[in-house]
């Protein structure tokens, strides 16, 4: 299942990340529509995506698609796994 929030003016704020969370203990992906009052261009969409993934942890990964961000949470962190597949090629 996956959630629908919307960005707006405000962009990210500690009550926006709080609510993020709340989303994230019912379900592992949410769909943020970025809306025209908090963007100009996609270049913003791509700033607030990576504000995201500073704020949540690294538990986390961000994919933009046109004005929207989908975040996506990981039971461990992606730099964790990307290490172990590392590690198990030596």
Do not use: C, P
């Amino acid at each position: 299942m996956i959630r629908e929030i919307q960005l707006g003016k405000n962009g990210i704020t500690e009550h926006f990340i709080e609510s993020l969370k709340t989303q994230f203990s019912k379900v592992q992906t949410v769909k943020i529509a970025v809306l025209r009052s908090a963007r100009e261009n996609k270049d913003d969409v791509k700033k607030y995506a990576d504000q995201l993934l500073e704020k949540m942890g690294e538990h986390y990964t961000t994919k933009v698609i046109g004005f929207t961000i989908i975040l996506k949470k990981w039971r461990r962190s992606q730099a964790a796994k990307a290490n172990i597949s590392l590690d198990e090629e030596d």
